[in-house]
């Protein structure tokens, strides 16, 4: 099939989050599966690509032949940040995407080949399904081709004052509160769930979750009566990019069969963070967006408790100003036990992976999470919340004895926190047992060829 992927951000060229990964990484496997695929995306600041296809975007190539297609406009993206400035998001966002959405429309048309799949990622391109069945429904160069929107996180759903609404450019008839209105404003998510031909969302449990009250963020409803068209495909790993056998970013190299090397790069890890480097004190890592959904309430409710525990913290993000000031402070408070490291920085990510024994990501929800993977890949052990993409990628050790390959909080709790993180200093001083555990985990396999087997039905399921 002839499938385009419309995103705000692909791996390399963007990154804030999972978002961009699984952007680059699932075109290359859809490629390798025998689909001709492409991508659309915004021609950020950041992306530098120099050649140019036309007027409307620059051009780019990945895997073996998947064209990216930058979309041009200098005051809507030439920007320091993909969707904000300062922690607030950009105040044109609605009529920056809706720009993108539009433009990339214009431009397969002027690509010329008809479309099959258009599939769309997260609010940005959330107009895009309704632009197919409405201004662009007569369209014959449109006729055969069906979106997929896929939900990567459903708290962040694009919704702006209705005063914005014109400039959308549609009918007034789509403001209704079964479309586009959500509590009397747009909210372009919407639009995606209820326009789209297929909705999936990143792992069976998260499809459950959104369908209920507890979950849904007010599109419990929207989400369930769609319910025979919504699917949760766990999103994949990639696996030669994260390899500790062969990562550019890490050396010595190592495995499941050969360990050691973890001492020595738990080693340099202590010294990056600027930690006393201890030989046996455990490790415990983190890396990731800083913000509400990662579980940060629970670190401070617990901060007393742990450092009265024998362990070390390395905590590495950006995000939300308040919570990189929280672990600044908690870092200043115990500087031997607590590091902050507070920027973005890809050498260091494969460090805390590397180097830590386990790692640490108590989320509130988790669409997927696609760092307790890289961590079982890297032999670090996760601690994760019972929730969303973790219960579908962690089984407990203790209950699940035989194939277990981490620590799954039994509540979402300072005490929760802390009886698991008791576990697994139980477990850090039985030495053959935690290396078989750290073996177990290191085997585990997300992979996205079995992700494309689901996708290749839900697409099949678009055309029927
Ligand atoms: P989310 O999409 O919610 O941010 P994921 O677990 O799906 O979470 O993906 C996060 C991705 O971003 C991972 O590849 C992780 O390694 C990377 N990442 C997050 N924060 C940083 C950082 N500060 N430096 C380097 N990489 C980061
Ligand atoms: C989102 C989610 C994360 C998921 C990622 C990629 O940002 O927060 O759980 O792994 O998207 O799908």
Redesign the pocket.
């Known amino acids: 099939m002839r499938i385009v992927f419309a995103a705000s951000e692909v791996l390399p060229f963007a ?7 699984v952007c680059g990484a699932l075109p290359v496997e859809l490629e390798a599966a025998g689909h001709e695929v492409s991508i659309i995306m915004p021609y950020y600041k950041e992306v530098g690509v120099k050649k140019v296809f036309n007027d409307r975007a620059q051009v780019d190539v990945i895997g073996q032949d998947i064209k990216v297609y930058f979309i041009k406009h200098k005051a809507f993206f030439g920007r320091s940040s993909l969707y904000g400035d300062n922690m607030n998001d950009y105040p044109d966002n609605l009529e920056r995407f809706a720009f993108f959405c539009r433009q990339a429309l214009e431009l397969l048309k002027e690509i010329g080949k008809p479309v099959d799949i258009i599939h769309c990622h997260d609010w940005q391109t959330g107009l895009i399904p309704l632009l197919l069945k409405a201004p662009y429904a007569g369209e014959a160069f449109f006729s055969a081709t069906r979106t997929v929107f896929t939900i ?2 459903l708290a962040y759903q694009g919704v702006f004052p209705k005063e914005e609404y014109a400039k959308l450019g549609l009918e007034e008839k789509f403001f209704n509160d079964s479309q586009v209105e959500f509590y009397g404003k747009v909210n372009l998510l919407k639009a995606g769930i209820v326009f789209s031909d297929y909705v999936t969302t990143v792992s069976p449990q998260y499809a459950k979750e959104i369908q209920t009250r507890e979950w849904g963020c007010g599109l419990e409803g929207v989400l369930q009566s769609r319910k025979g068209r919504l699917a949760g495909i766990l ?1 994949g790993l990639d696996y030669e990019r994260w390899n500790p056998e062969r990562d550019v970013f890490i050396d010595p190299a190592f495995s499941a069969r050969d360990q050691l090397a973890k001492k020595i790069h738990r080693e340099k890890l202590q010294k990056v963070a600027g930690l006393p480097v201890l030989a046996d004190i455990p490790v415990f890592g983190f ?3 800083l913000c509400y ?2 579980g940060f309430d629970l670190i401070e409710g617990a901060f007393e408790e742990l450092m009265h525990r024998p362990i070390q913290l390395v905590f ?3 995000g939300e100003k308040k919570y990189q000031e929280l672990l600044k402070k908690l870092a200043r408070k115990n500087p031997q036990r607590f590091a902050a490291l507070v ?4 050498d ?2 494969h460090q805390v ?1 590397a180097g830590a024994d386990f790692f640490l990501m108590p989320s509130v929800y ?7 993977m ?1 961590a079982l890949r890297y032999g670090a052990i996760p601690l994760v919340s019972g929730v969303g993409g973790f219960l579908d990628t962690v089984s407990d050790c203790g209950v699940n004895k035989k194939q277990g390959n981490g620590f799954v909080l039994s509540s979402y709790s300072v005490s929760g926190l802390l009886e698991a993180l008791d576990r697994a200093l139980g477990l850090y001083n039985q030495k053959e047992k935690l290396a078989a555990l750290i073996a177990q985990a290191m085997d585990c396999r997300f992979t996205w060829q079995s992700s494309v087997k689901h996708f290749n039905e839900v697409y099949a399921a678009c055309r029927s």
């Open positions: 990154k804030t989050g999972g978002l961009a990964d990567h996180n999103n890396v990731g967006r959904q990662k590495l993000g950006v920027r973005y920085d890809e260091i990510a992976y988790e669409p997927c999470g696609l760092t307790q890289i």
